[in-house]
T-cell receptor
Framework: DVKVTQSSRYLVKRTGEKVFLECVQD?????MFWYRQDPGLGLRLIYF???????EKGDIPEGYSVSREKKERFSLILESASTNQTSMYLC??????????????FGSGTRLTVV | AQSVTQLGSHVSVSEGALVLLRCNYS??????LFWYVQYPNQGLQLLLK??????LVKGINGFEAEFKKSETSFHLTKPSAHMSDAAEYFC????????????????FGKGTKLSVKP
């Protein structure tokens, strides 16, 4: 089974801190995604990547950046955390070819609280 | 643009009753459709998917969904609810994708929280 591992389940950070959320997958998937999940808003795509060193903005990229230096690792960076970035963050991965034949595999999520 | 509408943010059923979670989509391309389930404090898990072929799709845990093109719907059903089915359910549709075909991204609905009463 594909495993998508997010480094932290719970994080508490202070306003203005630089925050790194790490995601690692072990099945050589090309695609990786970062979503945030908020009650009543569902999943919103922040950034995604089709390949190493490649990134594309999703629907809500403001206040975030990403890094993909290795195929298996996709990092989400909050340059200066704010309270409105308190949320559940979900990482996912998929194949590039035939991605939609198999869907996405999700990590367990990181619940971030910014105080 | 592709979109997904899930009717009802909360659905409550009694144990043993029929579960029906509604999903309607819009898509300018032949859609790929998915249902995911999320248990408390966990990530999303694939329940079932429609890509091509048979329009009635069976998934895990006794769930199934039927793709109805004329109604642009992909409703999720289970004949008899169990307490362990209490979770949040997300419907998703593929977008057209940068490269087309099966390489699009998924667009998720806002989710439906299912409660099961004893």
């Amino acid at each position: 089974d594909v495993k998508v591992t997010q480094s932290s389940r719970y994080l508490v950070k202070r306003t203005g801190e630089k925050v790194f959320l790490e995601c690692v997958q072990d099945m050589d998937h090309e695609n990786m995604f970062w979503y945030r999940q908020d009650p009543g808003l569902g999943l919103r795509l922040i950034y995604f990547s089709y390949d190493v060193k490649m990134k594309e903005k999703g629907d809500i990229p403001e206040g975030y950046s990403v890094s993909r230096e290795k195929k298996e690792r996709f990092s989400l960076i909050l340059e200066s955390a704010s309270t409105n970035q308190t949320s559940m963050y979900l990482c996912a991965s998929s194949l590039l070819q035939g991605a939609l034949n198999y869907g996405y595999t999700f990590g367990s999520g990181t619940r971030l609280t910014v105080v | 643009a592709q979109s997904v509408t899930q009717l009802g943010s909360h659905v409550s059923v009694s144990e043993g009753a029929l579960v029906l979670l509604r999903c309607n989509y819009s898509s300018s391309v032949p859609p790929y459709l998915f249902w995911y389930v999320q248990y408390p404090n966990q990530g999303l898990q694939l329940l079932l998917k429609y890509t091509t072929g048979a329009t009635l799709v069976k998934g895990i845990n006794g769930f199934e969904a039927e793709f109805k093109k004329s109604e642009t719907s992909f409703h999720l059903t289970k004949p008899s609810a169990h307490m362990s089915d209490a979770a949040e359910y997300f419907c998703a549709v593929s977008d057209a994708g940068k490269y087309g075909g099966s390489q699009g991204n998924l667009i998720f609905g806002k989710g439906t929280k299912l409660s099961v009463k004893p």
